[in-house]
């Protein structure tokens, strides 16, 4: 990679320095031994934007469907299908990521590499439906498409993974372990293409599968040497897929406004969701951003497998807070088959996974715990509480969204007026042990 430079710029008689960062007017092979984990200023790149981009449309996919089963009140095949189709998604995205964070070359191999991944997610999306309509069938798990699509974007993954156990000889090792492990979990999951089990069985296979893929990188990782992935980077990526996944409510949001407005006419009940919709994804983007993860990752460096690891959970939230206002939006237009309540439930469950995630992360990352998140996590509780009561006492769903839209709310004034100077501590702290 070209280094950085810096750039003195004049204004009269004032002048200053500024950073540019170097650029290459070609993308010729270069060798992927690994980038500098100290790099300054290292963001996110071109690409790295472009390629979230593709799980826009797989996101989408994943909410729309579960928020079908919900409607019908399917709930446990609404649970299972998300929750297979999530972990698909955002697993690839994560072993990506955290790959291209240690090893991106930005030239030709690597971009042609991400078009490949990039392939692979668009078919995994085009493979959501078939998943939930046969786990609500309950015959088969029709996986065929979507395991095609995930195996196209791992085999994408093994190809870089190879290119850097050749040419990065001080982590040869960890390379290879990273290509045994996700080579074996392909297999496993190809060969429940053609099994055709019974859906408890495959369920039971798949969740093994999943354990085996997530035990890779901590195995390759602590047994062979840790790879050179930069933490104020990878910490910059996932805060963007947050803010992709919050584009799933701020859709639900639109669809549950059109549900209201079906007649060309505005109300406060309306105005009363567009609101709380909003308000909602925009706390749960405050409260995500308040925390400074790279800060505690740059000084701890392991503390970034159960960081990232758990973070599945609050993609995952997300997704189904987006699935949850899609609920509400038929609801409201007489298209589903269960209640108001149902539909707040289905909102509200999501973003209370969402808080309580949040806080634990937050909490096993800078390994400290702050009596005052307890009281904000339970005022986060009780906002949620009131929007179920309130519902089920006559409120309207506007009402109660205004109520969920309060979780996050409570956290962002309890952090604004009290709780950054307990942060700013437990930062400074984290950073000296």
């Excluded at 992927?32 to 934007?49: I, K, Q, S, Y």
């Excluded at 089990?197 to 901590?218: I, K, W």
């Excluded at 807070?321 to 707040?344: K, M």
């Excluded at 390994?367 to 996590?377: I, K, N, S």
Aim: net charge negative.
């Amino acid at each position: 990679m070209p280094e950085p430079r810096e750039q003195p710029l004049a204004f009269g008689s004032v002048s200053l320095t500024v950073y540019l960062p170097a650029m290459s007017l070609s993308h010729h092979l270069g060798r992927m031994t690994g980038r500098d984990p100290n790099e300054a200023h290292r963001t996110a790149t071109p690409l790295e934007l472009l390629f979230d981009l593709t799980f826009v449309v797989a996101f989408s996919q994943i909410s729309s469907q579960m928020a079908h089963l919900l409607e019908l009140g399917h709930v446990s095949s609404a649970i299972i299908g998300f929750a297979f189709s999530t972990f698909a998604v955002t697993w690839a995205w994560i072993n990506y990521s955290w790959l291209a964070s240690a090893y991106d070359t930005d030239d030709i191999y690597f971009r042609v590499s991400t078009l490949v991944v990039m392939v692979g997610v668009l078919i995994v999306a085009l493979g959501v439906p078939d998943v939930f309509h046969s786990i609500d069938d309950g015959d088969y798990l029709d996986n065929t498409v979507m395991v095609l699509g995930y195996v196209v974007m791992r085999v994408a993954t093994i190809a870089l993974w190879i290119r850097a156990a050749v040419q990065d000889e001080a982590r040869r090792r960890t390379c290879v372990a990273y290509i045994v492990n996700v080579s074996i979990a392909q297999l496993g999951w190809i060969a429940l293409i053609f099994l055709n089990l019974p859906v408890g069985t495959t369920l039971v296979f798949t969740t093994l599968l999943m354990l085996f893929e997530l035990a890779g990188p901590l195995f390759a990782e602590k047994r062979f040497g840790p790879t050179p992935w930069h933490p104020h980077h990878i910490a910059e990526r996932y805060g963007l897929l947050v803010i992709i996944t919050l584009g799933e409510v701020i859709l639900g949001t639109i669809l549950a406004i059109s549900a209201v407005i079906q007649g060309d006419v505005w109300s406060l009940e309306a105005a009363l969701i567009a609101f709380g919709g909003t308000a909602l994804a925009f706390g749960m983007w405050w409260n995500y951003f308040a925390i400074p993860f790279g800060q505690v990752l740059e000084r701890h460096r392991w503390r970034g497998f159960p960081w990232g690891y758990l973070h599945l959970f609050v993609f995952g939230s997300l997704i189904a807070v987006g699935a949850g206002l899609h609920v509400a939006a038929n609801v409201i237009s007489h298209h589903a088959h269960v209640d108001e309540t149902f539909a707040v439930l289905s909102i509200a469950i999501p973003v209370l996974v969402y808080e309580t995630f949040l806080f634990g992360i937050y909490a096993l990352t800078v390994m400290q715990f702050d009596p005052f998140h307890v009281w904000l996590y339970l005022g986060s509780v009780a906002a949620l509480a009131a929007s179920v009561i309130a519902v089920t006492l006559g409120a309207s769903l506007g009402v109660a969204l205004l109520f969920i839209a309060c979780a996050p709310a409570v956290v962002v004034v309890g952090y604004e007026t009290v709780g950054w100077r307990h942060g700013a501590e437990m930062l400074e702290h984290a950073r000296q042990t």
